[in-house]
């Protein structure tokens, strides 16, 4: 298995308070991604990074900030948490951008926004 | 955009029979890759096959195996000899042509598969 961790595995918040989600891998991948998984959507693209300091919008990026600092570490901020924002998140890497590169998944983070 | 269907949310099969699960796709270009990952109850995300799209060759990995038809758009996955193991959410997953371009992972909703003891 990739070695990609997430923290903290489980999360209650309540809205309007900021959260930050950590990623962290050990296998040097110069791509990390952030999804969202909601019933009755799948997992849809949050954030990505395609090296230190370089981050790009996903397809649902509102209400999120990313930042990757290491090339281990890739952080999912929520600023200012809403209920919508109620999710399982999974940090995802590549060895590649596309190219049919595959992503391997962390073991994903349940956040509850009260 | 592309798009990714699995059409059945939900299926269930008994131990050591066959299963079929479905997704189509809708996509203009030739060249692509499709993937399918497995999310048993833990919520870990495991890839289970991948496949590209220039390869008329369908993929298989032990159990598993796709039929693959590219003109119909369809990308279907079966488990042979089902195990209580495999009972899980399965995504479809699409991604485009590019390297070091926009292309990312496209998923579909997803079929929660039930194996029966």
């Known amino acids: 298995d990739a070695g990609i961790t997430q923290s903290p595995r489980h999360k209650v918040t309540e809205t309007g308070t900021p959260v930050t989600l950590r990623c962290h891998q050990t296998?040097?991948?110069?791509?990390m991604y952030w999804y969202r998984q909601d019933p009755g959507h799948g997992l849809r693209l949050i954030h990505y990074?395609?090296?230190?300091?370089?981050?790009d919008k996903g397809e649902v990026s509102d209400g999120y900030s990313v930042s990757r600092s290491k090339t281990e570490d890739f952080l999912l901020t929520l600023e200012s948490a809403t209920s919508s924002q109620t999710s399982v998140y999974f940090c995802?890497?590549?060895?590649?951008?596309?190219?049919?590169?595959?992503?391997?998944f962390g073991p994903g983070t349940r956040l509850l926004v009260l | 955009a592309q798009t990714v269907t699995q059409s059945q949310p939900e299926m269930s099969v008994q131990e050591a029979e066959t299963v079929t699960l479905s997704c189509t796709y809708d996509?203009?270009?030739?060249?692509?890759?499709l993937f399918w990952y497995k999310q048993p109850p833990s919520r870990q995300m495991i890839l289970v096959i991948r496949?590209?799209?220039?390869?008329?060759q369908n993929a298989t990995e032990n159990r598993f195996s796709v039929n693959f038809q590219k003109a119909a758009k369809s990308f279907s996955l079966k488990i042979s000899d089902s195990q209580l193991g495999d009972t899980a959410m399965y995504f479809c997953?699409?991604?485009?042509?590019?390297?070091?371009?926009?292309?990312?992972?496209?998923f579909g909703k997803g079929t929660k598969l039930t194996v029966n003891p």
């Open positions: 995802a890497i590549s060895g590649a951008l596309g190219g049919g590169e595959t992503q391997y």
């Open positions: 296998e040097n991948h110069r791509y």
């Open positions: 990074s395609y090296g230190v300091k370089d981050t």
């Open positions: 996509t203009s270009e030739s060249n692509y890759y």
């Open positions: 496949q590209e799209a220039y390869k008329q």
């Open positions: 997953a699409f991604m485009g042509p590019q390297r070091g371009g926009s292309e990312k992972l496209v």
